[in-house]
């Protein structure tokens, strides 16, 4: 794939850009079928993503264009059917290098009453690495009920990267990169149409933000759904959060933001949901 990209951008604050580029990628992968059945492969791939702006005036012209990121993609793997065809399973390894990689990072510019002003933009940082492993089964064990499941790990680094405020974050993990994710599943599908779903998800903690050392932390999820399926008509009860978990989507530290505590620097959290329940019905025609 070639692209060729020409943009522009200008302000009434007379900031103006006019960036003209060549983005190139690709994908080249062997596959090898065993007399057994299983697949492997191995591919390398290149991708990008292209540049852009921040628009907020709040931010100085140094701050407002950013560049293009590539990454290059190595990846291994096998794919197979065990068990006379009952169990499928996929494991991958895998290894990016990242280029000019695309952040999303912040500032927090103090006020006059001692508040602060947190701003959000895409920067660039030199360069970063990520590599780590896949693994996923789907498994009928016997009619009525299969398992399925997936477990992602994962390491990231920075190898050079010096942040807006001047902190050198080379060695770090990356934000948004959890050491590891999970789901697994039990189904139980009855052929007169009664069925039900219990299931689980998780990840590690991991940094909020590439600006602040505020982490996000640990959590699992369990959610269950069951009912009765019939031709045209279905009907199911379900819960959400099941153990009601207290858990992040995102999050912000390093700054005051609250005039009952003097605005004290501290770490502000937007919760994802809390257990919720219901009933439901679906008509097929």
Known sequence: RVERRD??????????????????????????TLDSGALLYGSLSRGYKAGGFNTDGSLDAD??????????????????????????????????TRADQQVATSIVRLRGDGSAEFIDFVGNA???????????????LAAPLRLSGSLGLLATRFDRF????????????????PHYQFSVAADYARADGWFARLEAEGRDGFYWS????????????????AGWRGEQLEVAAWVRNLTDETWGTR?????GNDPRNGY??????????????GLGTRLRF
């Open 7 to 32: 943009d522009r951008y200008d302000d009434s604050e007379e900031v103006a850009f006019a960036p003209r580029e060549t983005l190139l990628g690709g994908r080249a992968a062997l596959e090898w």
């Open 63 to 96: 701050l407002r264009e950013f560049d293009s990121e590539a990454v290059w993609n190595y990846e291994l793997g096998v794919k197979s059917l065990n068990l006379d065809g009952t169990l499928a399973t996929r494991v991958a390894a895998f290894v990016m």
């Open 126 to 140: 030199a360069e970063g690495t990520n590599y780590g492993a896949e693994v996923e089964f789907d498994w009928q």
């Open 162 to 177: 010096v942040n807006a405020a001047g902190d050198d974050l080379s060695g770090r993990d990356q934000a948004h990169a």
């Open 210 to 225: 590439d600006s602040h050392d505020a982490r996000a932390r640990a959590y699992t999820l369990v959610h269950a759904r």
């Open 251 to 255: 999050g912000f530290g390093g700054f």
């Open 264 to 277: 004290a620097p501290g770490e502000y959290v937007q919760f994802g949901s809390p257990r919720a329940w």
